[in-house]
């Protein structure tokens, strides 16, 4: 274990504030203790993103994937909510976002997140499946 050295006065000043001026050199221990609590924050890598503008009457439309509906939302300044999806394939991430234009309630507005790892008609690994016989 490396031994504690005393911070500069110029860089203790800045740190600690008054407690030099008192003559109390045992505070710069506290604010290196507190230095090394900090937790990293780990920044998300954004995924890519695609958006699509559909006139419909439909809301989710048929993109050859299986979408698992994980919420909804109330958009200000709109009557219509947005609607969140997730793909249902195994180790698959991409997500969407599903909602209606304000100013024309007849088109759809459909945001993806990410890149699928498996082809659209793949849906055997689908989650959904798991556990399930058909008959």
């Not at 230095?35 to 890598?45: Q, T, W």
Request: overall charge positive.
């Amino acid at each position: 274990v490396g031994t504690l050295d005393p911070i500069p006065k110029a860089v203790h000043d800045e740190n600690c504030g008054s407690n030099v001026k008192d003559g109390n050199n045992n505070s710069w221990w506290r604010s290196s203790a507190l230095e090394k609590n900090k937790v990293k924050v780990r920044r998300k890598l954004r995924e890519p993103r695609f958006c699509f503008q559909t006139r419909s009457d439909v809301d989710v439309l048929d993109d050859g994937y299986k979408w698992r509906k994980y919420g909804q939302k109330v958009v200000k300044n709109s009557l219509h909510p947005r609607s969140y999806y997730r793909c249902t394939h195994n180790n698959c991430r991409v997500k969407k976002r599903v909602e209606r234009l304000s100013e024309d309630c007849r088109m759809v507005i459909t945001t993806y997140e990410g890149r699928h790892n498996h082809s659209p008609c793949d849906d055997s690994n689908s989650s959904e499946n798991d556990g399930f016989t058909s008959f």
